[in-house]
């Protein structure tokens, strides 16, 4: 049955669908980047292709990703104007890795469920293959391509094909699928993503307990923990150790201990220490903040010791060296409301919806705890990995949506087993309304992210990083040249395709522009004293009715600067 499931129609027409829409996606945003976090990646590829190898080495940033793109650099050589091409193209050969993982993981999904049904002999499981194959499929496709995208540059739709991988390989084992040197896969699996994102390193204890728990005889569980531990120990250790080596102390990311400064404790400003106050105004003393060089607006300079397009992003723990990890339940409490308050919006909102269709049309329970026990290998490692966000972010105040699309899947294939109803023609028909209720409302997101993505094919033809690009290199702004910034969305890809280095940030643009422009004129001198040759600005919120003497404009763009 499986083998037949693999080729039908649905599966064929629904796997042409996801890549017709990534490619999609790859193409309307080929010369766009998602987010600042871009920068970094690209930043780190660049330093491998350099040999600058101490430089790339970063314990904030997880490493596959950049490798992924410096070896797609390597081998395109592209032009410095469509190196963001290549980026969308990594972007969407991680997409083709997903669909095959996610078809992996589904094939062994379905083939469980046969085999409950078979092996007990009752009506268990209520959602036919067809239904099953239909459902996940679309789910995936909607979590994939709208709460992740293959146009958002960072690592985490790639991250969610190694934990389906994981998970495939996982329940291949409880099914006795998989022997002898076979669970090796699994390792390398969490290594992997691992490397993509580190939130992989505490999930990996979660696919061991699952091995333990495993209906397994106890000498196929040892046998298996021992090749997870040495595939991840071989294919991951390395870089843990090298990280430890780097920060004098053992450790396998700093991601998490400054993210929950920033967005928890909120004792780390997002950008700079001294953000709109002194530093006696400080709860803590930071070892190395970048410099207030300006008073009014505050001007933050950043030139030393690290060399990158954007320095301070490049390495947030440096930079926040000193900020203090503690536990506050209030702030804990506000920033795992919020977090969840957005999973109920994505996700879990309209599955509380279906379920309702299915309680009052079936006047039934139609899914227990102990029906979802049944599931844990789906259930534990989605449920382990949303709680880790909620608890160590506030997922209402970033770019959050991408962390969660594999998690959604792994719980959506769990809730379909989980279904425990009498197998009669009223029931098929609630559960199909109920079914396409939670589809519908998880689609709305897919929709807008559909109308964004058809929006930005319209203007796409522009490469306005370019156009910027060149104008700048027109005056005479050769890589390794300091530059000040004033865009607060840090939206920099010329800066990084020109190699520039941006040293100083503005980010009060409203009092910049409302201050005398003899005070302005101090400014500039004191960004000239530094070196810094160009003052930019884009993005901003309060931008002037009438740019001041000496502002130029890039033709067709919203781009301005000031040569100092």
């Known amino acids: 049955m499986i083998s037949q499931l693999k080729t039908s129609k649905a599966r064929w027409i629904l796997r042409f669908c996801a890549l017709a829409l990534g490619l999609l996606q790859a193409w309307a945003y080929r ?6 976090d871009a920068w970094s990646y690209l930043d780190i590829a660049d330093n491998y292709l350099r040999g600058d190898f101490a430089s790339a080495l970063s314990s904030y940033w997880s490493p596959l990703y950049s490798w992924l793109i410096a070896m797609s650099l390597l081998l395109f050589h592209p032009p410095v104007c469509e190196k963001f091409v290549v980026l969308k193209l990594v972007n969407f050969a991680s997409f083709l890795f997903v669909i095959f993982a996610f078809e992996l ?14 092996i007990k002999g009752l009506p268990l499981l209520k959602v036919g293959p067809a ?15 709208s709460v992740g995208a293959v146009w958002k540059d960072t690592p985490d739709l790639l991250m969610s094909g190694f934990l389906y991988a994981a998970t495939a390989l996982t329940l291949a084992f409880w099914r006795g699928q998989l022997s002898g040197v076979k669970p090796f896969l699994i390792g390398f699996s969490l290594a992997a993503g691992y490397l993509c994102k580190a939130v992989m390193f505490p999930l990996t204890f979660v696919y061991l307990f699952l091995l333990v728990l495993s209906p397994q005889s106890k000498s196929a569980k040892q046998r298996a923990i021992l090749s997870v531990v ?3 120990t071989l294919f991951a250790g390395p870089y843990i150790a090298a990280i430890s080596i780097k920060n004098q102390k053992l450790l396998f990311s700093t991601t998490m201990q400054y993210n929950y400064a920033l967005w928890v404790l909120r004792n780390a400003p997002f950008r700079h220490a001294l953000a709109l106050r002194n530093a ?3 709860p803590m003393k930071f070892t190395h903040p ?3 060089i300006f008073a009014e607006p505050q001007v933050f300079y950043f030139a030393e010791p690290i060399h990158a397009t954007f320095a301070t992003h490049y390495d947030p723990p440096y930079w926040f060296d000193g900020v203090k990890i503690y536990f506050d339940g209030v702030m804990q409490f506000v920033a795992t409301v919020a977090s969840i308050s957005v999973l109920v919006r994505l996700f879990f909102g309209w599955l509380f919806f279906g379920w309702l ?17 049944r599931r844990l290998p789906l259930f534990l490692p989605s449920l382990a990995g949303l709680t880790l966000y909620s608890l160590g972010l506030n997922c209402y105040t970033l770019y959050s949506e991408r962390y969660f699309p594999g998690f959604f899947v792994l719980w959506f294939l769990g809730l379909l087993g989980s279904i425990r109803l009498p197998d009669t023609s009223k029931v098929r028909k609630v559960l199909l309304v109920s079914t396409t209720v939670s589809l519908l409302g998880m689609g709305w997101r897919f929709t807008v992210e559909l109308g964004n993505t ?3 094919l319209e203007k796409s033809a522009v490469n306005e990083n370019c156009l910027i690009l060149q104008r700048l290199t027109e005056l005479g702004i050769a890589p390794g040249d300091q530059l000040a910034n004033m865009d607060p969305l840090r939206k920099v890809g010329w800066a990084q395709m020109g190699q520039f280095r941006i040293v100083a940030d503005i980010i009060d643009d409203a009092t910049f522009w409302q201050i005398s422009e003899s005070k302005r004129a101090s400014l500039y001198q004191v960004l000239r004293q530094r070196h810094i040759k160009i003052l930019t600005y884009a993005n901003g919120d309060h931008p002037p009715e009438h740019y001041p003497p000496g502002w130029q404009q890039v033709a067709g763009t919203q781009f301005w600067f000031y040569l100092l």
Do not use: P
Not at 131 to 145: A, D, G, P, R
Not at 357 to 373: D, E, K, Y
């Open 230 to 232: 040495a595939a991840f």
């Open 290 to 292: 970048s410099q207030v």
């Open 105 to 118: 993981l589904l094939d062994q999904v379905m083939a469980w469920y046969n085999e409950d049904v078979e």
């Open 454 to 456: 058809l929006h930005t």
């Open 357 to 373: 269709v299915l309680l009052f049309g079936c006047r039934s329970r139609a899914i227990t705890l102990i029906s979802m026990a």
């Open 31 to 36: 010369y766009l980047v998602y987010m600042e």
């Open 131 to 145: 239904h099953l194959e239909l459902w996940s499929y679309i789910v995936f496709i909607l979590m994939s391509l």
């Open 280 to 282: 006696d105004q400080l």
